[in-house]
């Protein structure tokens, strides 16, 4: 009972270098989304996708890129590292009107 | 627009006392409110919820929140507190799309 699933758990990049964080359910929720937790701040929202083929920005998507071509799989795509990218990301799932389902978390330094 | 306040960053309490986390939300709307508590190093766990009826809802590990659409408040209590509750818990209000908007987050420190 996979549940949400992040690679990789710890990743360190160099500035401007790009990656993609991966994200996979196996609950068949169709909502999904991804919010970065920085000390203070809660948690804030990315990108999120209500349905394969469909996404949209949240609270702070600068710098970052998602696309959904299947329902299983939303990954997130840093497209030139930077400093500020610094933070632990998490992915979620869920179905609309009940609660998300979160992924482990990936913590990521930029350096 | 929406928003979550948790006014208590840091909370600390003493083993076997009682406990009261703060919450609330600005939603045009009856919303979905969500407890959530992150362990050191871990993901985040869900609580209990609320959807609609009964305003006193139950969670996990003796949890429970209570509903005041008159206050906009969804405040957490737990009658006592064990040393393994210390944690980060996180309030989220949601939309009926599925998108959660978290507060800050209150830390919740156990003395023994």
């Known amino acids: 009972n996979a549940g949400v699933t992040q690679t990789p758990k710890f990743q360190v990049l160099k500035t401007g270098q790009s990656m993609t964080l991966q994200c996979a359910q196996d609950?068949?929720?169709?909502?999904m989304s991804w919010y970065r937790q920085d000390p203070g701040m809660g948690l804030r929202l990315i990108h999120y996708?209500?349905?394969?083929?469909?996404?949209d920005q949240g609270e702070v998507p600068n710098g970052y890129n998602v696309s959904r071509s299947t329902t299983e799989d939303f990954p997130l795509r840093l497209l030139s590292a930077a400093p500020s990218q610094t933070s632990v990301y998490f992915c979620?799932?869920?179905?609309?009107?009940?609660?998300?389902?979160f992924g482990q978390g990936t913590r990521l330094t930029v350096v | 627009a929406q928003s979550v306040t948790q006014p208590d960053i840091h909370i600390t309490v003493s083993e076997g006392a009682s406990l009261e986390l703060r919450c609330n939300y600005s939603?045009?709307?009856?919303?979905?409110l969500f407890w959530y508590v992150q362990s050191p190093g871990q993901g985040l766990q869900l609580l209990l919820k609320y959807f609609s009826g009964d305003t006193l809802v139950q969670g996990i590990k003796g949890f429970e929140a209570e509903f005041k659409r008159s206050q906009s408040s969804f405040n957490l209590r737990k009658p006592s507190v064990h040393w393994s509750d210390a944690a980060e818990y996180f309030c989220a209000v949601g939309e009926s799309t599925g998108k959660l908007i978290f507060g800050q987050g209150t830390t919740l420190q156990v003395k023994p």
């Open positions: 939603y045009g709307a009856t919303p979905y």
């Open positions: 979620a799932s869920g179905r609309a009107g009940t609660e998300a389902f």
């Open positions: 996708s209500v349905g394969a083929g469909i996404t």
């Open positions: 609950m068949n929720h169709e909502y």
